[in-house]
């Protein structure tokens, strides 16, 4: 069980206010004993300082902090500046992803797919970094087929990533297809799912219709159904996010990797459900 990989995504809070809350939410958290807390990073460097700080402030609690990563936009020179700052602090973990430009910015990088940073990183600092990378149970929402992204996601695979972290998803199915596409191609590395806990209906379906993974639609409707009745929206997410939770890890899943959206509260009702109080070593 001790082999299980749990842990916590932040996204850097702004204000020195945003982080005071979101120490006291690490703390919390802390208390679970994840393998790591991983702090996203925006596409193009908008939010470098404030995710540089956050990885910082995790890191001197004496955690272990992975920054995110994204390359879309970046040169070489501004990658390698960041990965020696991570290094100067000791940092050893890095989720690299090639990132969305935000609308309206024009996309003249170095880089164009997150294989290729996964390369430039283990030819700049070899085995330093412990690297994950993102993959797609529900396919990409770019991909030209499923095949093809499956082939693309192998890519940083053999490029030298050591894990990897999914999109979130509500389909169990589509990870367990997932990951037996991957070993049938040869890719042996851990997959965790993303979880992703319900607070949050609108919210939910937004970022859904963005990043391409599917609400079922007896959820869907469940969910419109509350309208704003945010305890029943809560406690239905509770119990639909535990059982998929429960599925994953019966089924062979080797960890999570909680969304936490910068809140305990979920997760930590999600995790006690589970029973993972005594499972980590
Ligand atoms: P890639 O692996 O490069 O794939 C992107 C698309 O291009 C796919 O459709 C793929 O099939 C295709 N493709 C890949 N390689 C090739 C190739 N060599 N040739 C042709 N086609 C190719 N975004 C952020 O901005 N900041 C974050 O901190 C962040 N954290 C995330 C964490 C996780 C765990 C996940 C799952 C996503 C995260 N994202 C983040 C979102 C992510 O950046 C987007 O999903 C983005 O659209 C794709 O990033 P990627 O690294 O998966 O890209």
Known sequence: MTSRTFSFEFFPPKTQEGMEKLRAVRTEL????????????????????????????IQRAGLDAAPHLSCIGATRESIRAILTEYKSHNIHHIVAL???????MAGTGDFR??????????????????LEVAAYPEIHPQAKSAHDDLINFKRK??????AAITQYFFNADAYFAFVDDCRKLGVEVPVVPGIMPIGNFS????????CGAEIPRWMRKKLEGYHDDIDSIR??????????CDRLLDNGAPGLHFYTMNQAAATMTIWERLGLENTLG
């Open 30 to 57: 802390a208390a679970l004993r994840p393998r790591f807390f991983s702090v996203t990073f925006g596409a193009g460097g908008s939010t470098r300082e404030y995710s540089l700080a956050t990885v910082l402030d």
């Open 98 to 104: 090639r990132g969305d430009l935000p609308s309206g």
């Open 113 to 130: 797919y997150a294989n290729e940073l996964v390369s430039f990183i283990r030819s700049e600092t070899g085995d330093w970094f412990n």
């Open 157 to 162: 695979i053999d490029a030298g990533a050591n």
């Open 203 to 210: 919210q939910l379906a937004r970022f859904s219709d963005a």
């Open 235 to 244: 406690a239905f997410g509770l119990d639909v996010v535990t059982d998929l």
